[in-house]
């Protein structure tokens, strides 16, 4: 079965230290893995994916991730934090089209709530 | 281009009331999805369709039918609510074409009382 696990429900860190949100999935195959963003009263907004390639992939705001195939991991970094970076981040995971799973659904972790403090 | 429109955003219902909960895609997406947002749940799937006409069962379908009459809505209803299904709802639609995963909706919030 599918699954994606974020180990630590809230993470805080300083404004202008680097940050980590830890992800971790179990998938058969070659997934792709995605991270989102969400705002206060707002939907889930599409930070970065990995699909195939390079393993670190950078994406929107200044986030990065790394794409570990040996730890089945996907950790989302950022050099610097913002207090603007607060949010709540969600790793998902879509398994290959070819196991048997419903075509395009994403599995999600349970997110983890990221607060900068000033 | 609005992308994913649900209405309402805001909904306050009385146990046992009915109510549909309404999706819309302009992308000409074929999949869609309904999900429900709850605190330390994430995200958990209710129903989903991959094309107009079909619907299928997320994880948490029980108290919630579904419609895709057209390829751009997806209908949420709640047949008779509960205080439990309290929550924030949340369409997502996607295509086979489209690596970014999902595009979704700026969510509906329920309060059953």
């Known amino acids: 079965a599918q699954s994606v696990a974020q180990p630590e429900d809230q993470v805080n860190v300083a404004e202008g230290n680097p940050l980590t949100v830890k992800c971790t999935y179990s998938?058969?195959?070659?997934?792709?893995l995605f991270w989102y963003v969400q705002y206060p009263n707002r939907g889930l907004q599409f930070l970065l994916k990995?699909?195939?390639?390079?393993?670190l992939v950078k994406g929107s705001y200044g986030f990065e991730a790394e794409f570990n195939k040996s730890q089945t991991s996907f950790h989302l970094k950022k050099p610097s934090a913002l207090v603007s970076d607060s949010a709540l981040y969600f790793c998902a995971v879509r398994p290959p089209y070819d196991r048997g799973s419903t075509l395009g659904r994403l599995y999600f972790g349970r997110g983890t709530q990221l607060t900068v403090w000033p | 281009n609005a992308g994913v429109t649900q209405t309402p955003k805001f909904r306050v219902l009385k146990t046992g009331q009915s109510m549909t909960l309404l999706c819309a895609q302009d992308?000409?997406?074929?999949?869609m999805y309904w999900y429900r947002q709850d605190p330390g749940m994430g995200l958990r799937l209710i129903h989903y369709?991959?094309?107009?006409?079909?619907?299928a069962k997320g994880e948490v379908p029980d108290g919630y039918n579904v419609s895709r009459l057209k390829k751009q809505n997806f209908l949420l209803g709640l047949e008779s609510a509960a205080p439990s299904q309290t929550s924030v709802y949340f369409c997502?639609?996607?295509?086979?074409?489209?690596?970014?995963?999902?595009?979704f909706g700026s969510g509906t919030r329920l309060t059953v009382v």
């Open positions: 997502a639609s996607s295509s086979p074409g489209q690596d970014y995963g999902y595009t």
């Open positions: 369709s991959v094309g107009e006409g079909t619907t």
């Open positions: 992308m000409n997406h074929e999949y």
């Open positions: 990995y699909i195939t390639g390079d393993n």
């Open positions: 998938v058969s195959g070659n997934p792709y």
